[in-house]
């Protein structure tokens, strides 16, 4: 098991970045929760989890321990593969996810691509226990702010690296977009209209 990786990054995208570690190039899937976190850096320590099937490896990014300690927990609950936790965590906070949880509130799961009621009401029951031991704990979000065609064009790749269409996001993105707007807040913006 690879507990973290530090390198530079020699490639973001919201969805996945590349970590150079002497020389030797890392291809990392990360959440727009630890993207809006280490999109201005240059060099990272991503706290990671390897997952390994039939017919490949994945190798998925944290910058908080608590993100993937709520990854983990999310993978672990029947119907719920690593995609569908990363998609959970790029729609809400760590934080949020413990809380929805702990509160038994299956309508902030609604929000999320192919998380059903059926689907948050196992969530909740497999993991409001462990949620309730181990507590909320913070999290600390970063921000910086692009050109609006970048903006546009990252939401737009990043949503559909999450498996939406193109010209069913890139209206979506035409609807929210504002100059103020960050990348984070497009694409959640977009993810609530296009999961309803």
Do not use: C
């Amino acid at each position: 098991m690879i507990a973290y990786i530090n390198g530079q990054i020699t490639l973001h995208t919201p969805t996945y970045v590349y970590i150079d570690i002497n020389g030797l190039g890392y291809h990392v899937n990360i959440s727009l929760q630890t993207y809006s976190a280490i999109e201005s850096l240059t060099k990272v320590k991503l706290w990671t989890y390897l997952h390994v099937k039939e017919d490949g490896q994945t190798l998925y990014g944290f910058k908080e321990q608590d993100e993937r300690a709520v990854f983990v927990h999310l993978i672990s609950v029947s119907g719920i593969g690593p995609n569908t936790a990363r998609l959970i965590l790029s729609s809400m906070t760590s934080v949020e996810v413990r809380s929805a949880i702990s509160n038994e509130n299956v309508v902030a799961f609604n929000k999320v691509k192919g998380v059903g009621p059926k689907t948050a009401k196992r969530v909740i029951l497999d993991l409001k226990d462990k949620m309730i031991k181990e507590g909320l704990s913070g999290d600390v979000k970063v921000s910086t702010e692009i050109t609006h065609i970048d903006k546009r064009q990252e939401a737009t790749q990043a949503l559909i690296a999450l498996g939406f269409q193109r010209n069913q996001v890139q209206k979506a993105i035409d609807s929210h977009y504002k100059p103020e707007i960050s990348v984070e807040e497009l694409i959640k913006a977009v993810l609530q209209q296009v999961s309803r």
